[in-house]
C-alpha cells in the first residue's frame, strides 16, 4: 500500500530541490550537528575552467560528535554496534556511551603516535567493533582514514600505503572467515618491508595467535587503551576537510584514491540511509558489506550511526557454517532490515528455500541490494522466499565515488520492478547520453551521467587532481560520467545495464582489466595478458585471462593453475581469474591496439556475431583463439 503522507513528502522533496537547490541542501543541512552552521552550500563546477566541487564550505562540524556525542543525551544506553563473528553467536555489543569511550580512547592513543589532523592512516581489519571504532577516532582527531580490504595481498597493500603516505598502520594479529585463518598480520609486516614511512603500527588482538611484534614500531591496541583518558575533544572540522581516502579501480592504471571530505559526505549517507532505510529506534539494521568498501563505510558506520541506529558488523560469511548463515543471525539478532549484494543473494538462492524457511523472518521489514545488477529472478526470490512478498526490496544503485545511494525506490511510496533500481533521490539528476554527448529523452538506452554535483560527490583523487578531472569529466564535457550503461524506461525508471568501460564487476567488486593484466605480465613465463569480462552464475562476471607465453614457454594445465594462483597473490583472491586461456597471439589493429571487443565475445562465447575483423594485423588469431576458448571455473 503506498503510503500517502510519504508519497506527498517526496513530491515536495523533489519538487523543492528543483526550484531552489541550496535552499534545500542547507535546511538538510539541519540533520547534522554543526559546530559553525553553513550559510554556503553547492559551489561546484563540472567545467574544466572553474572546476571544483565543494559543498558548505563555511560550515564546521566533527563527523564522530555527529556519529555519537550527540546521541549521548538520548540513547547512551541505546545499542549502536552489534558485533558478530565468523561462529554464530561468538560476538558483544556496544552501547552509545561506550562507543564513546572507546573512540575517545582510541582517538588519544593515535595522537600519542603522533597523529595529527590530516595524517594519513591505514586500515587493515577485519570487520570487528575496532574497525569502525578507528575509523570514528581518526575522525575525532582530523586524521584520514584509509581503509583497504583484509583480502588484498600485501602488495596491493603496500602500493595503498604507499600512495598516500600512510604513516600509521592498524592492523590485527588476524582474522577468521568461513572458518579460515587469515594471517592480516603476517600480511601487513610483508607489505610494510616496502613501506618505510610507517613509523607506527597498532595491533588489535582478535585471534590471540602468534604473531611478530617489531619493537619500538609495532604497540597493541589493548594495552595502549588503557595507558589513555577515557575523553577526548573532538576537532574542530571544515566541512571541506578530507574524512577519507578509499581506493578503487578504475579502467586504467592503479587503484585511485577517492577523496571524500567531511560534511557533505557525512549529509550524504546521512540523508540517504533516512530516506531509504528510516530505522528508528526499535530497528536493527545490517548491512552485510565489509568496511573496506565503501558499502561499509557509509551504511555499516557512518549513516547508521549519524541517525543513531543499530548496525550490525558482521565478521562472517553468507554460507559459514551453512547457507542459513544470514536468516539464523537476522532472527538471533532481531534483524528488521537487510541489505546485501546479489551475488550473495545468487549463491543463497542456489541452495534452495528451506535454508531460508527454516528460519523466522517475521521480523524483517526491509530488504536492500546493492553493488550490481540484479537479475529478475534473483529479485523476485529475495522478495518473496526471503521477505515473503511482505518486505519492499530496495535496490540501489551507487559507487564509492557517490558516497551513498543516488538512484532507488523510496520504500512504501516509489513502486519497484525487479532488477530495476527505478528513481533518483531528489536532488540526484540522471541524464543517459550517446557516444557523444548528446542527451537523449524518454524510453532510451545510454551511457549514464550526473548532470549536476550533490553533496555526497567524491572531491578528488588524492595527489592527482587532474586524473579526478580526465577520468569523470571529460568524455562527456561538463557532466560527471558514471561509467555505467543504463537503459530508462517508458515510466522514467532507470535499469543500470552494467560498466560500459574496462572495469570488470566481480561479486560487486570493481576489478580493473589493467590491474589484472600487470598482474599477469609480472610473471616471468608470461609476454603479453590481455583480461575481459565474462558472465558468471553467482558472481555477475567473472574474470577471462588471454595470456601469450614468452618463446620458448610451453604451456600446460599446471602453468594455468599457477598464473591463476600468482595474480590471486599479487591482487588478493578476488582477482583470481576464473577463466584461463593461452593465446599464441592476440588480435590486434595494426597500430597495435588489442581490440577487446572481439575477446569479450569470445569470453561470454558469443562467437557467431564477432563483427567486423579486417582491420585486424592478423584476423588468422580469431579463429584460434575461438577454437581455444576455455570454460570459467
Ligand atoms: C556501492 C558500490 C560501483 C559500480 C557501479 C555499478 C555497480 C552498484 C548497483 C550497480 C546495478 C545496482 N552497481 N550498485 N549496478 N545496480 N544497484 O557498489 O560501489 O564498489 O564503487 O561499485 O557497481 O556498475 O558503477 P563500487
Redesign the pocket.
Known amino acids: 500500500m503506498p503510503d500517502t503522507a510519504k508519497a506527498q513528502q517526496l513530491a515536495q522533496s523533489h519538487e523543492a530541490v528543483e526550484r531552489d537547490p541550496d535552499a534545500y541542501w542547507l535546511k538538510q543541512a539541519e540533520r547534522l550537528d554543526w559546530i559553525r552552521l553553513p550559510e554556503k552550500a553547492n559551489e561546484s563546477s563540472f567545467e574544466k575552467a572553474d572546476f571544483g566541487i565543494s559543498w558548505f564550505a563555511d560550515g564546521e562540524l566533527n563527523v564522530s560528535a555527529n556519529c555519537i556525542d550527540r546521541h549521548l543525551a538520548t540513547r547512551g544506553d541505546q545499542t549502536a554496534i552489534i558485533f558478530e563473528g565468523d561462529e554464530p553467536g561468538e560476538g558483544r555489543t556496544l552501547t552509545y556511551r561506550e562507543l564513546h569511550e572507546e573512540v575517545c580512547r582510541f582517538a588519544n592513543v593515535l595522537k600519542a603516535e603522533g597523529c595529527k589532523k590530516g595524517t594519513r592512516v591505514t586500515l587493515y581489519m577485519p570487520m570487528i567493533p575496532e574497525a569502525a571504532i578507528a575509523m570514528l577516532a581518526c575522525a575525532r582527531i582530523g586524521a584520514v582514514h584509509s581503509v583497504v580490504f583484509g583480502g588484498f595481498s600485501p602488495d596491493s597493500l603496500a602500493d595503498r600505503i604507499t600512495d598516500c603516505e600512510s604513516t600509521i598502520l592498524i592492523t590485527a594479529d588476524g582474522g577468521r572467515r568461513g572458518g579460515k585463518r587469515i594471517p592480516l598480520k603476517e600480511n601487513a609486516d610483508k607489505a610494510l618491508a616496502k613501506c618505510p614511512d610507517v613509523q607506527s603500527v597498532i595491533v588489535v588482538r582478535r585471534t590471540g595467535d602468534d604473531v611478530a611484534m617489531t619493537d619500538e614500531r609495532d604497540v597493541w591496541w589493548h594495552e595502549r587503551r588503557g595507558e589513555v583518558g577515557a575523553e577526548c575533544e573532538p576537532e574542530r572540522m571544515n566541512a571541506e576537510d578530507p574524512l577519507f581516502i578509499l581506493y ?1 579501480s578504475g579502467s586504467t592504471g592503479k587503484p585511485k584514491g577517492v577523496l571524500h571530505t567531511t560534511g557533505g559526505y557525512l549529509l550524504w549517507v546521512t540523508y540517504t540511509f533516512d530516506t531509504l532505510f528510516g530505522a528508528d529506534a526499535d530497528d536493527v539494521f545490517w548491512c552485510t558489506a565489509d568496511v573496506g ?3 561499509g563505510h557509509s551504511y555499516v558506520v557512518y549513516g547508521p550511526l549519524a541517525n543513531g541506529a543499530k548496525t550490525v558488523m558482521f565478521d562472517g560469511v553468507p554460507n559459514y557454517p551453512d547457507p542459513g548463515r544470514f536468516w539464523e543471525t537476522s532472527q538471533r539478532l532481531g534483524v528488521t532490515i537487510f541489505y546485501t549484494a546479489p551475488t550473495a543473494i545468487r549463491a543463497l538462492m542456489r541452495e534452495g528455500d528451506e535454508w531460508v524457511t527454516r528460519h523466522d523472518r517475521s521480523q524483517l521489514r526491509l530488504l536492500g ?6 537479475n529478475p529472478e534473483a529479485w523476485n526470490w529475495y522478495a518473496n522466499v526471503v521477505g515473503e512478498g511482505r518486505c519492499p526490496v530496495v ?7 557517490t558516497g551513498g545511494a543516488m538512484i532507488a525506490p523510496v520504500p512504501g511510496v516509489v513502486d519497484t520492478k525487479p532488477g530495476s ?1 527505478t528513481k533518483p533521490l531528489p536532488g540526484v539528476m540522471p541524464q543517459l547520453v550517446d557516444a557523444e554527448g548528446a542527451v537523449l529523452e524518454g524510453a532510451t538506452s545510454g551511457n549514464l551521467v550526473i548532470a549536476q554535483s550533490w553533496p555526497g560527490q567524491m572531491r578528488s583523487v588524492y595527489g592527482d587532481h587532474e586524473r579526478f578531472f580526465q577520468t569523470y569529466f571529460s568524455t562527456y564535457a561538463g557532466k560527471y560520467f ?3 550503461g543504463c537503459r530508462r524506461d517508458e515510466d522514467g525508471y532507470y535499469w ?1 545495464t ?2 560500459v568501460d574496462d572495469v570488470i ?1 566481480v561479486s ?3 576489478m580493473g582489466t589493467a590491474e589484472v593484466e600487470s598482474a599477469l605480465v609480472a610473471h616471468e613465463d608470461v609476454a603479453e595478458a590481455a583480461v575481459v569480462g565474462m558472465p558468471h552464475d553467482i558472481k555477475g562476471q567473472g574474470i577471462y585471462a588471454f595470456v601469450t607465453l614468452k618463446a620458448g614457454v610451453a604451456d600446460s594445465e599446471e602453468l594455468r593453475q599457477q598464473l591463476k594462483t600468482w595474480v590471486r597473490g599479487e591482487i588478493g583472491p578476488i582477482a583470481t581469474p576464473d577463466a584461463l586461456q593461452f593465446a599464441p597471439g592476440l588480435p590486434k589493429t595494426r597500430s597495435g591496439k588489442i581490440m577487446r571487443r572481439i575477446l569479450r565475445k569470445i569470453a561470454e562465447n558469443d562467437t557467431d556475431s564477432l563483427g567486423d575483423t579486417s582491420t585486424l594485423a592478423d584476423p588468422g588469431v580469431v579463429d584460434d583463439l575461438v577454437a581455444g576458448r576455455v570454460s570459467g571455473s
Open positions: 578503487t568498501w565503501v558499502t541490494t546493492v553493488g550490481e545488477p540484479i535496490d540501489t544503485w551507487w559507487q564509492t565515488e533500481a558514471t561509467g555505467d543500470i552494467g560498466r564487476n560487486g567488486h570493481r
